[in-house]
């Protein structure tokens, strides 16, 4: 059922697609994009646009061999969908965040009728054969619906964030009809062997379902197939950034402000789930503890603002704003910025001239699905003088790239003694552990995920 037959085209849904050139750039968009235009097929997400009486129909934009199938949604249900339930439900409590999740919000049915809205767009596009290929937490009803409307061809399902315990999902008022819709899909990606046992204990759990083996539930008659597929990147084409004009302008700009000091740094999407309040405070003990660290580094933490609506977020960047001052006020001198924080994007090119500046990258996320900017910062370094990654243990990355400095992000103390280990580590170990990185991301890369996943 899994395997795709050579005739076979790809039917990809997920929330936001890359029909602009400029947006494929990060994890998702470069995974499907590769994969689609390789093999042919349509890409169906929302498109972009807010309208008051939005048409039922897609608009149609071809690309090569993608065909992009782009709705415009209604805002009241865009907002219930995506805000309410994707990122107020689902967001916080599959990243072990019940202390968040806005439960109470009435927002379910709104989810459950754009992914049916979204199901009659695919049914309109796929054909038999094809491939349809879900992506991510906000269409995890979709092949449910794809089935009530009469579809027999297989349905896959990505899921890019991490998966939780049983007894975490649980919490989720709609969990039992949520999982029973999950069990409809025939083959099920996760980032990690822990997502996959979540899930599969999850079904088993709540639906009755039995264990044919590690990766395969049946529940009644219907088998689910879980797969164990770790997301990578294109490593050659990363590298090929850094060498980029806009990467080297970024290089020089940075150079003249680090004035010979070593550079820290973090690049995050502006999200609770990436430990942003716990690497400032971890930052902040790094000064009081060495004080040979002032004047000699810098600390940069690069954080777009994402979901700004949220209130979550608002409340995240105030605590951000405010932590940045007090550690620059208790700290700084005339001649010395200790950290500083950029709430903006850059380019993908002008990010890997940053990543090769680096000594030290900071990746500390309490919980994340993956993380592909731990992966960016080691193609990025230079095999004579590469920095160090310190990676959180709660990344997904963290299973693959056991030759980071590890850390537990909510160990403040812990936390600051790897930066300083890592600041002061010899040239020999330092090459030794990139080396090491560097072969895994490189066996491990986009390719390697897509033919594990379509195996
Ligand atoms: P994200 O939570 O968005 O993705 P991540 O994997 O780190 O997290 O990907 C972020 C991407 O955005 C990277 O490619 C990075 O380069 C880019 N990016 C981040 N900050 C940027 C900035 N300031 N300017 C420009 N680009 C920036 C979700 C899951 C992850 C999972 C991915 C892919 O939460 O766990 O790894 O999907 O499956």
Known sequence: MSQLSDNSRLIVVSNRTAVDPESRAGGLAVAVWDSLSKRGGTWIGWSGQLKDYPSSRPRLVEDGAVDFALLDLRKADYDDFYLGYANEVLWPTLHNRLDLAQFDNDSYPAYRR??????????????DGDFVWVQDYHFFPLARDLRAK?????????LHIPFPAPEIFRAIPDAPDLIQAIAHYDLIGLQTAGDVKNLRDTLIEELGGVALDDDCVRIGEHIVRLRH???????DAFRDEVNSEPAQQAVARLSQFLDGRKLMLGV???DYSKGLPQRFEAISRLFDTYPDTHGTVNFTQIAPP???RVDEYKNLRKRIDRLCGRINGSNGDLDWLPIRYLARGYKREELAGIYRLAKVCLVTPLQDGM??????????????DPGVLVLSKFAGAARQMGDAVIVNPHDLDGTAAAIKMALDMPL??????????YDGIRREDINWWRARYFA
């Open 114 to 127: 754009i992914n049916r809205h979204f199901a009659d767009c695919v049914m309109d596009r796929a054909r």
């Open 150 to 158: 009469g579809r027999t061809g297989p349905i896959g399902f990505f």
């Open 229 to 235: 597929c770790p997301i990578g990147i294109d490593v």
């Open 268 to 270: 995050d999407r502006m």
């Open 306 to 308: 994402s979901r700004s």
């Open 371 to 384: 993380n592909l900017v731990a992966k960016e910062y080691v193609a990025a370094q230079d095999a004579d």
């Open 428 to 437: 020999a170990e330092r090459q030794r552990r990139w080396q090491s990185l």
